[in-house]
């Protein structure tokens, strides 16, 4: 179980939230004039790193609010917390 | 043609008002089910100044700008939600609030039906919500007059702390019976008073 720091709410249990998979992943600005496999690369490859992984959660029961959190895929730990928006910290 | 509303409670299947006691004696929980009250949503930056003193003017005090806590006011509950939401609850001023943020990027709708609340207190009433609840009901970010957004059980609930030993427990009609009856069941052990939810 992990406890995850809402920068609204404060540490808060991982079953408030939900996870949106990794984060940074950019909208491809003109989609009409992808391949089918850079669209497909956009949709559905992910990093599904070891280690330090970036990815969005929601504090769906609390503030409702979406934030970034960087998080050690092999520990669980999570290591920073971060607005939408800001570049990844390095951890 | 005039419409005919009745108000009709999710809990009214289980025929609480045939099981109030005056007196609750040593029972260590307290349930209520809380009159119905008028609720509305509003929505706003609270980063945008002149949203905020909008808000102000259209409730005639500050609304509550820290998470998770409440203001209260005549009668009247404003419930930080986010840090662009808040709830409304009681002797709502909304014909004042829609002046008053007419100008300004916002939203107000009117929620009165979503939600009811239970009452829980007494003295075994932080064990109760302990057993169905992953906050520390101890910390200080949950002292008398805060609020949080969180779970009860498996669903949701908005968490009012009226205070130590005293919650107020609003949850989404649907939910009502489910809530109800697993806040009895987790309270069973310590024993259950019915008592009024006033007026
Ligand atoms: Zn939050």
Redesign the pocket.
């Known amino acids: 179980m992990l406890l995850i720091d ?5 540490p ?1 249990d991982e079953v ?1 939230f939900s996870c949106g998979g990794e984060a940074h992943i950019v909208r491809p600005p003109e989609p009409a004039n992808l391949s089918d496999a850079e669209w497909g690369d956009y949709v559905f490859m992910r990093q599904n790193r070891k280690g330090v992984h970036y990815e969005r959660w929601c ?1 769906g029961h ?4 979406w934030f970034n959190v960087a998080r050690d895929t092999v520990s669980h730990q999570v290591l920073a917390v971060y607005a939408m928006g800001e570049a990844p910290p390095e951890v | 043609m005039a419409e005919r509303r009745i108000r009709h409670s999710p809990l009214a299947h289980l025929h609480l008002a045939a099981r109030v006691v005056v007196d609750p004696g040593d029972a260590g929980a307290r349930m209520s089910e809380r009159p119905p009250r008028a609720q509305l949503a509003v929505r706003g930056d609270s980063g945008d100044k002149a949203f905020v003193a909008a808000f102000k003017a259209g409730l005639g005090f500050s609304p509550p700008l820290a ?1 998770n806590t409440v203001v209260t006011h005549d009668g009247l509950a404003v419930f930080w939600l ?1 840090p662009s939401e808040w709830l409304l609850v009681g002797e709502v001023p909304g014909e004042q609030l829609a002046a008053a943020l007419a100008d300004r990027h916002h939203a107000l709708v009117d929620v009165s039906d979503s939600r009811i609340a239970i009452g829980l207190s007494g003295p075994r009433a932080r064990d109760v919500l302990a057993k169905l609840c992953p906050l520390d009901l101890a910390a200080p970010a949950l002292a008398p007059g805060r609020c949080a ?1 969180t779970i009860l059980a498996r669903g949701h609930m908005l968490l009012h702390v009226l205070a130590e030993d005293s919650y107020d427990i609003h949850v989404h009609r649907s939910f009502a019976d489910y809530a109800w009856r697993m806040l009895e069941d987790a309270a069973l052990e310590y024993g259950v008073a019915v008592i009024d939810g006033g007026g």
């Open positions: 809402c920068p609204w709410c404060g808060r408030e504090h609390g503030c409702g609010r | 998470a986010g957004g």
